[in-house]
């Protein structure tokens, strides 16, 4: 009866705990008859009761046990059956999830708090050269380079408090190889615990082309200074060594001649083409039709002198693009546009370029093609060469946080630049 008894108990608390109640509830009303049952046949035993020799009794208990426990077990075996095709969804689930985890060409950790690694896919172990069993109980910073590896701490303080942060380091093979990358992590529970899960992207290519963008930035800014340079030695230099000339001649003159009159006319002649040469070498450095009427007013009457010289067709769709796009925006802009235009003259051999200028959500969109040879863009960044402005148009656009896209169409190219105009973005 002890034993039926503490049965019921156990039962009980399956009943408790689990969503499946009434299977357990049956055995336990099961549990309870023969406890019942056992209780009578002691009392009989001791002459205090005589229900237990009844003939009815003993037989719809024993009938009501089977029956309870019959259909407390058929109900257990269905909950049983729908546990296995759930464990086996399960292993589906847990076989799926390694898969991504583990064929993500990204490398991927799960950190403690105390920045431990507790879990990594193949991936971030052939970037460091590691076993998974080596990696595993490893510091984070212990797989971070030189000075870097200091500030794990700081970076899990600032996740803890926000929940999530994006920041770019450096990592470590086995074998001292170094390599830059761009790490997401994020706060997340894991069986009701804390953990960090970092998502490590190789940026050693983007690293490089940053690079590659900055020389080529100082390169064209060395060719524009040299340009200016040569305009300003050949063309202001001449007329104002020329005046000098004239000038000091002015002094051996005699006053009221026809000679120093006419020396006078020439040296005026002289003074207003030198100011001319000056107003055109300013206006290469900052067009003052940009400064005075903004980005569609300048590009369109660029345009046009183009179009003027029969070179080729450029076609237009410009939106009405406000000045609350700042004059540096406005410039870069400008400056890209012309660049695109020149490169096409220079090299492509195009008859045709058609353009659109459209602001839509607070984003400035420009459009660019051209029906010429076309080129290999990654040639391009990686030689220079002729293309030497590609890599200033990418660096500029990504000085606005823009989206550049490039393609070739055959013929041609097509070239598609997004910029989010919300004043936050404008540089100084």
């Known amino acids: 009866m002890l034993l039926r008894l503490a049965t019921f108990a156990v039962v009980i608390n399956y009943y408790k705990v689990s969503r499946h109640r009434t299977a357990w509830l049956l055995i336990s009303v099961a549990m309870v008859l023969l406890a019942l049952e056992s209780l009578f046949q002691l009392l009989a035993l001791a002459g205090m009761s005589s229900l237990?020799?009844?003939s009815f009794i003993p037989y719809a208990a024993g009938l009501a046990v089977s029956v309870l426990m019959l259909t407390g077990t058929a109900l257990i075996s269905t909950i049983l059956k729908r546990l296995a095709a759930a464990e086996k969804k399960k292993e589906n689930i847990e076989r799926r999830f390694q898969l991504l985890f583990n064929t993500s060409s990204d490398q991927v950790f799960v950190?403690?708090?105390?920045?431990?690694i507790v879990e990594v896919n193949l991936s971030a172990c052939d970037r460091l050269e590691m076993q998974r069993e080596e990696l595993l109980n490893r510091y984070f910073k212990e797989i971070k380079a030189g000075t870097a590896a200091e500030g794990v701490m700081d970076h899990i303080h600032t996740i803890r408090s926000k929940g999530k942060y994006i920041f770019e380091t450096e990592l470590r093979s086995k074998s001292g190889n170094r390599f830059p990358v761009e790490i997401n992590c994020r706060l997340v529970e894991i069986d009701d615990q804390p953990y960090i899960t970092c998502i490590a992207?190789?940026?050693?290519?983007?690293?490089?082309?940053?690079?590659?963008?900055?020389?080529?930035?100082?390169?064209?800014?060395?060719?524009?200074?040299?340009?200016?340079?040569?305009?300003?030695?050949?063309?202001?230099?001449?007329?104002?060594?020329a005046i000098k000339l004239y000038v000091n001649e002015l002094d051996a003159m005699e006053d009221d001649t026809?000679?120093?009159?006419?020396?006078?006319?020439?040296?005026?002649?002289?003074?207003?083409?030198?100011?001319?040469?000056?107003?055109?070498?300013?206006?290469?450095?900052?067009?003052?039709?940009?400064?005075?009427?903004?980005?569609?007013?300048?590009?369109?009457?660029?345009?046009?002198?183009?179009?003027?010289?029969?070179?080729?067709?450029?076609?237009?769709?410009?939106?009405?693009?406000?000045?609350?796009?700042?004059?540096?925006?406005?410039?870069?802009?400008?400056?890209?546009t012309n660049e695109l235009i020149n490169n096409t003259i220079?090299?492509?051999?195009?008859?045709?370029?058609?353009?659109?200028?459209r602001l839509t959500e607070q984003k400035l969109h420009l459009n660019y093609r051209d029906d010429g040879i076309g080129f290999d863009l990654q040639q391009a960044i990686d030689k220079g060469d002729n293309h030497m402005g590609v890599k200033n148009i990418i660096s500029r656009v990504r000085s606005m946080n823009g989206i550049f896209n490039f393609r070739n169409t055959a013929p041609g190219i097509e070239i598609s630049i997004t910029v989010d105009i919300h004043p936050d973005n404008h540089q100084p």
Request: neutral net charge; hydrophobic residues 40%; without cysteine.
């Open 111 to 116: 950190l403690t708090l105390e920045g431990k």
């Open 201 to 241: 992207r190789n940026i050693s290519e983007r690293k490089e082309l940053d690079k590659k963008v900055r020389i080529a930035i100082i390169e064209t800014e060395e060719t524009e200074r040299k340009r200016f340079a040569k305009e300003i030695h050949d063309g202001l230099g001449p007329l104002l060594s």
């Open 52 to 54: 237990a020799s009844d």
């Open 258 to 336: 026809d000679e120093r009159k006419e020396f006078i006319s020439h040296i005026n002649g002289m003074i207003n083409e030198a100011v001319d040469s000056a107003r055109n070498i300013a206006n290469n450095i900052t067009p003052k039709t940009l400064t005075d009427f903004g980005l569609t007013k300048a590009l369109t009457t660029f345009i046009e002198t183009i179009n003027a010289t029969n070179l080729l067709k450029i076609t237009t769709h410009f939106d009405v693009v406000d000045r609350s796009l700042g004059p540096t925006m406005e410039l870069i802009f400008y400056r890209i």
């Open 346 to 357: 220079k090299h492509a051999n195009a008859s045709a370029i058609d353009i659109k200028l």
